[in-house]
């Protein structure tokens, strides 16, 4: 164990609870948690209380596994509860597999001293206390859980704070970046989604003395976000109100637009809701924007340019990443040139291309669908932290071309055929260079996701994202059809880039 335990009153039961939800969003697989204590120090109350909140179900039957000594459940993350108390010898441990259970899922062990040096070393350690008819729970661990731990007791202070101490906490979801989510739940009060968004350093330089963050633009806080949901939201979009912020720490709660998925229950895409959506599109287009955005604190927010460079290094992900693994092999130097050549070749067609506010990832899983609503108000948007000014047809091209729902050929002409006729009462559109902007755009996002989906998968230990790789090898294959993708076109097919990747 490394570092000063963590000191925690618990006054009540709930006390007790809220510890056990705050632990379970702390947890991650691999952890093995001993809970030491007296009788009636209150171990199987907060074990019971962790594994609830994992499962997000408070009627969820957790018996005390004292006679069976393990109870497993599997959930999301799946969870060991072990009871040692009537453990017979350590050596029975042997006949459990205690090592296995915890290798894709957490242990919870109660008593794990009767388990002596056959139980595992422990992750975190948590000692239960009582005192004048209350609990106290220290808690000490391996310096990454502790880290992890603090983060989520962190939560739990600002949520106090900002008078949702009370608040249910429970896993809502993760993206490709760093941020989290959850949803917070307070009786008498509408659910709020936490979003956890810790600052984080740029990463090696990768060129020119840059990491590959700034020179991609991407949000490394959340004053991004709150600074385009101002500005979104004040322009009339359905944006999440922001009720709580903590831009140093990076913690928002912010409102809950609704559960309403843009698909279909079968993840199948709905032509009625994505023509709404390219309107929604060329309404945000249709406006002029500002390029700083002032904010309480003294915090500014300036809007990157989506310029040539954070292009080039994107796209470039598909050589970092996917060809590589479809080849087996690194990428030498003079195929990245020939590469970047035939991309700066197909950039500069861009310099007459229409430019606005470009949101980045409007595709299903950023937008939500409220059919209670009327017009615009009808599409939430909740994935706009990385937005730049550049060539608004890469949205439209990110809406059409969705990464995640099959969209086909004709349904991608019904969604740019709904953008360019709400455009087209707008003076100064032209549809011929929006299309030859859309089709480099969509090249050039499907670029990057291949090799981003695949940097998932090898680097980030996150495969799910590889099964939509047949999907986005396609969208390419569609755009690099025009014309103006003729240099890059005729280079993947001399290096056979639409290959399938490697499982």
Known sequence: MAGSP?????????????????????????????????????????????????????????????????????????VHHLDLYRLGTPDELDELGVEELAEDGVALVEWPEHGGDALPRATLVVELTQEDGARRAAIEGAPPAMERVSRSLDIRRFLHDAGWGAAHRRYLQGDASTRTYETVTLAGQAPRILMDAPAHSSGPP?????????????????????????MLGEAGFAVPAIHAADLDVGLLLIEHLGGGAFPDPAGKPITERYEAAAELLAAVHARSWPREIALDGGHVHRIPDFDRQAMLIEVEL????????????????????????????????????????????????????????????????????????????????????????????????????????????????????????????????????????????????????????????EYLARCLEHPALEPVARFCAAHDLLKQARA
């Not at 020119?208 to 020179?215: E, L, R, S, V, W």
């Open 318 to 473: 598909l050589l970092d990443w996917y060809l590589p693994d479809i080849t087996g092999k690194p990428v030498d130097d003079r195929l990245r040139r020939d590469y970047v050549a035939a991309w700066n070749t197909v950039l500069d067609r861009l310099a007459g291309a229409q430019t606005s506010v470009v949101l980045r990832d409007f595709h299903s899983p950023n937008i939500i669908w409220r059919a209670e609503r009327q017009g615009l108000d009808r599409l939430g948007i909740i994935d706009f932290q990385d937005a730049m000014l550049g060539p608004a047809a890469y949205d439209v091209a990110s809406l059409a071309l969705d990464a995640r729902v099959t969209i086909s050929p004709a349904l991608e002409a019904a969604i740019v055929s709904a953008y360019t006729r709400a455009r087209a009462a707008a003076s100064g559109f032209d549809k011929a260079s929006f299309e030859e902007a859309y089709a480099i755009m969509g090249a050039q996002r499907n670029a990057k996701i291949m090799g981003l989906f695949v940097r998932l998968h090898r680097r980030d230990g996150k495969p799910a994202y590889r099964d939509h790789l047949p999907r986005v090898r």
């Open 206 to 230: 990768v060129r020119d003395g840059k990491p590959y963050a700034q020179i991609a633009h991407i949000a490394e806080s959340v004053t991004p976000f709150v600074a385009i949901d101002r």
């Open 6 to 78: 963590i000191d925690i009153a618990l006054p009540d039961e709930a006390a007790t609870q809220r510890l056990g939800e705050d632990l379970a969003r702390a947890l991650r697989p691999g952890d093995m948690v001993h809970l030491r204590g007296d009788l009636g120090a209150g171990k199987t109350t907060l074990a019971r209380a962790v594994i609830r909140a994992v499962a997000d179900d408070e009627g969820l039957e957790v018996p005390s596994p004292t006679f069976t000594l393990v109870q497993s459940y599997e959930l999301r993350l799946p």
